[in-house]
């Protein structure tokens, strides 16, 4: 669907709409009203936006535990189109684009382009185009003004801590970790960046079957166009109808990507929604979109090896006493809440082999947010600030654990960890 109204990307006109749609939403909530019309608005409106707006939407359209119960599914279904069919950018204003970053004329950078993009989401869409000599690629076009849009909802705080809310952690929203959501999402505008880093993921799976990234074709990408090999598979969607065995193989492909990354190479993927995952055979998955990167804060990688390590292996007495060292807790009952907190979250590699049900995300999900409730009372002062880049482990841990869900397979997962704990750490990415 092409949305030919004018981006709004004033601060002030975006709060309003988006206040809007959540005020319409929340009162068929609070008055209990069957109402898929309310769900199909606050779509349309979010998506109409775009931007962290968009973003917003898309987490709560799959995370399992951010809405409630009796209206779950009626918002998944109308927030749904968010994850890859958010409304597209007007042709000629792509058209636009691309020739002004790529400096020629559409039809001698592309032997044939596609106008009608396949996907669009939150900061862009992706248009399916060939080359003379018959390659496909995939041409990703950032939204005409979406960077001033992007500035408006990050300038102030009020669209932020909706963002932090979402994810239970609101009320530790603290300047720092305000300041480093706008250095992530900010981040995400540079195509350059993206595509450093995306050559930097495929260095830390090189020689894993299962792991493919596409390709980055440096000649036809800059700071607001990113053209990669074209990749198909099948949907989270369509993995999740296979038989057991295909889905286990996936969760592992998953898993390995995920927690290598982390734990090998010093960085996660922070933005694990279902439209950046392709199933193909044999439990090949191919990765997509790395706009959104956080990397391990210098010491704590070791820290999150061993954290692993002792869950893998079952032994509590380790596992409690480096996650203290890792979250500089210092006694008390918010030590004793967040360690209870990590038990809960380690529970795939402490009990495994494990199945991760949409029932354990929402249940994870809601100990996170009263662990942050207690935290805000701070009882006995025990609160220690979190470390940097806890937003967006949680971003990760509930939307990675929601894909898994849908998967539904039982995974050794400590077995696939005991793969590549020993193995030696790597240079961080760009």
């Known amino acids: 669907m092409t949305d030919d109204r004018k981006l709004p990307t004033g601060r002030l006109g975006r709060w309003m709409r988006m206040a809007g749609a959540g005020a319409r939403a929340g009162a068929s909530v609070l008055l209990g009203r069957d109402d898929d019309a309310a769900a199909l608005r606050a779509a349309e409106m979010l998506g109409t936006l775009r931007g962290l707006a968009a973003k917003i939407g898309q987490m ?3 995370v399992d535990g951010l809405l409630p119960e009796e209206q779950r599914d009626r918002y998944e279904r109308a927030l749904g189109s968010l994850q890859d069919r958010a409304p597209a950018s007007p042709p000629a204003a792509v058209r636009r684009m691309i020739e002004e970053e790529l400096g020629g004329p559409l039809d001698q950078l592309f032997a044939e382009f596609d106008e009608r993009p396949f996907a669009s989401a939150s900061i862009g869409q992706v248009h399916r185009a060939r080359f003379g000599d018959g390659r496909e690629v995939a041409v990703k076009v950032q939204h ?13 705080a009020g669209v932020l801590e909706a963002a932090l809310g979402l ?3 609101r009320a530790l929203g603290s300047g720092r970790m305000l300041d480093e959501v706008r250095q992530r999402f900010r981040e995400e ?28 074709i440096d000649e036809r990408s800059s700071r607001r166009v990113l053209t990669s090999e074209f990749v198909r598979g ?7 109808a296979a038989d057991e065995a295909a889905r286990k193989a996936w969760c592992e492909t998953l898993w390995r990507f995920v927690y290598k990354g982390t734990i090998v190479g010093g960085v996660f993927n922070a933005d694990p929604h ?17 706009g959104c990167v956080q990397k391990a804060e210098p010491g704590r990688q070791d820290r999150a090896r061993e954290l692993h390590r002792a869950a893998a292996a079952g032994d509590d007495a380790a596992f409690y006493a480096n996650a203290q060292k890792m979250l500089g807790t210092r006694g008390g009952a918010y030590e004793d809440g967040v360690i209870a907190y990590l038990h809960q979250a380690f529970e795939p590699q402490r009990a495994s082999p494990f199945r991760i049900t949409r029932d354990y995300v929402a249940d994870l ?13 701070d009882r006995d002062g025990s609160v220690v600030s979190l470390p940097p880049g806890v937003f967006f482990m949680n971003r990760l841990q509930f939307g990675f654990y929601s894909v898994l869900a849908r998967l539904d397979a039982e995974v050794d997962y400590a077995a696939v960890e005991r793969e590549f704990l020993d193995l030696p750490s790597l240079p961080p990415p760009p």
Do not use: C
């Open 189 to 216: 505008l540079d195509y350059g960046l993206e595509a450093a880093r995306q050559r930097a993921f495929s260095e830390i799976h090189a020689g894993d079957a299962k792991i493919r990234i596409p390709a980055v």
């Open 365 to 377: 999900v809601g100990t996170m947010k009263g662990l942050v409730l207690e935290a805000r009372k």
């Open 274 to 290: 279902p439209g950046n995952y392709f199933f193909g055979d044999d439990g090949e998955v191919t990765f997509l979109d790395f």
């Open 144 to 156: 005409p003004g979406i960077a001033k849009a992007l500035e408006s909802d990050l300038a102030g």
């Open 167 to 169: 994810l239970g952690m």
């Open 60 to 62: 709560a359209s799959y």
């Open 234 to 240: 099948s949907s989270l969607a369509e993995a999740a």
